[in-house]
Every structure is written in structure tokens, then in C-alpha cells.
């Protein structure tokens, strides 16, 4: 199991520089979340700063989490900063192959995302992950819904990769580990989540 830091939801790029040099050396990937407003709010600093970031960041790989409307829209700006992988919600996009075959002639890999309450269907044979939020998404300190264990189950029908972001801590990670989730995202349990996956 890989266990990514996240950014959160940040609304102030000098916070989010201050989280960046935190955790650049724990882990290649970094997810940096991003919210418009609309789907989550409120909205998330620009993403083109990223380039502007002074925290040393070549040996890292960026993990884009699109909340956003139509987020096919935002890929030019996932190229920019040269983001490796982008996750989207499917609440806010109107065509999934769409999104996804365009993500991935751009070069990335690609994730679809799914609210805690949104079904796993309809995944085109192209995408690389499924992300399930283990709460509802965007800002909040929510736990892990006991509905995360059976949509895994529905998620590992389709034979991706399977993450889950949100809610998850030290107590509730081996029982997502013994249900083979592949990739868990964590952002205020990230450093006691690591200390337990070692020990």
C-alpha cells in the first residue's frame, strides 16, 4: 500500500509552500488538491503558482485532485505546472471518456474520483486508478464512512487501482489494507499513517 500526502484544500499559496517543504521528502507523489468553488468551496489558490513555488520540488511528482466544473478545462493548467497524474470528480463532468481520453493524450494518468454517495460505474478502459472519497469531498473533518468497504468491492469489478481519499486514520487503515486498497491519500493523519505502515 503507497501512502501520498495531500495539500488539502488550500485557499493561501503561502500555506500551501509551508505544507509543500513538509512533506517533498516523505514521498515522490504529492496530491495537491483543487477546488473552484462550485463543487467544493471555497475555491483553492491559483494552480499555475505551483511553478512559483520556491520548495525544491524536482524530485517530486504532482497528484492533481480536481474538484472543479468540467475539469476537462483545467488540463492545459495540469500541463503547465507538469503534473504527472490528474484525478476528477465524475459529479463534475459531462462526458468521462471525454475527460479521460484527453488526459491521457496529454500524458498523464488519470483517475476518476467518486463522492462517498456516487456509484462506481461507467469507468472507460483507459483510466489508470479509481479514487473513492471516504467522506463527503471538499472541506471538513468528517470520518470514514462505513460505506467505503463495499464500494471498494464494487470499485475492484472493473480491475483498476483502487485509492481512497479522506477519513482515513491509524485505527481504520488495516482494514482498508486488508480490503487491497492500493493507494490511500492523507493529509491531517499523513505522518501517523506512515509511522504505522513502517512499524
Known amino acids: 500500500m503507497e501512502i501520498i500526502p495531500t495539500t488539502n484544500p488550500l485557499t493561501n499559496f503561502a500555506a500551501l509552500e509551508a505544507r509543500l517543504v513538509e512533506i517533498k521528502d516523505l514521498s515522490p507523489w504529492i496530491q495537491i488538491d483543487v477546488t473552484d468553488g462550485i463543487f467544493a468551496a471555497p475555491p483553492t489558490f491559483p ?20 474538484m472543479v466544473k468540467e475539469p476537462q478545462n483545467w488540463l492545459n493548467k495540469c500541463l503547465f505546472i507538469q503534473a504527472s497524474r490528474v484525478s476528477a470528480q465524475v459529479e463534475m463532468m459531462s462526458d468521462r471518456e471525454k475527460f479521460v481520453t484527453e488526459a491521457k493524450n496529454a500524458g498523464f494518468e488519470v483517475a476518476l474520483a467518486f463522492n462517498i454517495d456516487t456509484p462506481v460505474t461507467d469507468i472507460p478502459s483507459e483510466c489508470d486508478l479509481i479514487l473513492l472519497m471516504g467522506r463527503p469531498a471538499g472541506f471538513g473533518d468528517y470520518p470514514l464512512s462505513e460505506k467505503i468497504y463495499s464500494k471498494i468491492k464494487e470499485a475492484k469489478k472493473f480491475g483498476k ?15 482498508l489494507k486488508a480490503a487491497s486498497v492500493d493507494i490511500i491519500y492523507s493529509g491531517q493523519y499523513f505522518f501517523k499513517l506512515i509511522n504505522e505502515e513502517a512499524s
Do not use: C, Q, W, Y
Open 47 to 66: 494552480l499555475e503558482l505551483l511553478n512559483r513555488s520556491d520548495s525544491n520540488l524536482e524530485n517530486n511528482l504532482f497528484d492533481i485532485h480536481l
Open 161 to 175: 487501482k483502487i485509492a481512497v481519499d479522506g477519513g482515513v486514520t491509524p485505527e481504520n487503515l488495516p482494514l
